[in-house]
Each structure stands twice: as structure tokens, then as C-alpha cells.
């Protein structure tokens, strides 16, 4: 069974970095579509950033340049470095898995999702 937990979230100033993990478990983290998601409360929950089977990487357009998704295979975990941290860029990050799909990677209705770690950027 997939499981999935985030962990790394916390407050920062505006300007800051942090990165993100998440600790996959039931299957190996490469070969298909893993996404981060953020969310803000009353808000719809939106695609970061996303990576597919052969490691090609989306973004959405307000952190492009600031934030990289990669996988470590080492520790099996999905990151999301995160620097030049605005405040708009709080709310709950969400890490989830499309497995088995790898390409062609949706920006939603993701398969597997974990529980959240939220990020919080002060003024």
C-alpha cells in the first residue's frame, strides 16, 4: 500500500528557503508521476510542481525559478526546494503519486496523497 508523508514544512521569512520531503513507502519513488499540491484554505487545491518517469519537470508559473522538485532515490523521498519564499507561497504543501502512470502527468486527481506540512511566509 502507498504511503506517503511530508515533512519539512514550518514559518520563515519572506526571502527565505525551505525544503520539503516526502517519504515514499510501498513502492520506489522513481518511474512515474509524483506532484506537489499547495493549498489555502477556501481555495482549490493547485499542481507546484510536477516530475515524471524520465525526470522531466513542470512548474507553475508563480514558482518557476524559485522552487525544484527532484527525487532521492537513496532515501526514496520526493523534495521541493523551495528559496526567495513570498508570502503568497503559504499554505499546506501536499505531496502525491499517480503510480503507475510516468508520462503524461496530470496537474490533479492524483492517486496517492499524503497528510500535509504546512509552510507559513511572513512579511
Known amino acids: 500500500q502507498v504511503q506517503l508523508v511530508e515533512s519539512g514544512g514550518g514559518s520563515v521569512q519572506a526571502g527565505g528557503s525551505l525544503t520539503l520531503s516526502c517519504a515514499v513507502s510501498?513502492?520506489?519513488?522513481?518511474?512515474?508521476?509524483m506532484a506537489w499540491f499547495r493549498q489555502v484554505p477556501g481555495q482549490e487545491r493547485e499542481a507546484v510542481a510536477i516530475?515524471?518517469?524520465?525526470?522531466?519537470?513542470i512548474y507553475a508559473d508563480s514558482v518557476k525559478g524559485r522552487f525544484t522538485i527532484s527525487r532521492d532515490s537513496a532515501e526514496n523521498t520526493l523534495l521541493l526546494q523551495m528559496i526567495s519564499l513570498k508570502p503568497e507561497d503559504s499554505a499546506m504543501y501536499y505531496c502525491?503519486?499517480?503510480?503507475?502512470?510516468?508520462?503524461?502527468?496530470?496537474?490533479?486527481?492524483?492517486?496517492?496523497w499524503g497528510r500535509g506540512t504546512q509552510v507559513t511566509v511572513s512579511s
Open positions: 502525491a503519486s499517480h503510480f503507475p502512470y510516468g508520462r503524461n502527468c496530470p496537474s490533479r486527481d492524483y492517486k496517492a
Open positions: 510501498g513502492y520506489t519513488v522513481g518511474g512515474f508521476c
Open positions: 516530475i515524471d518517469e524520465d525526470g522531466t519537470t
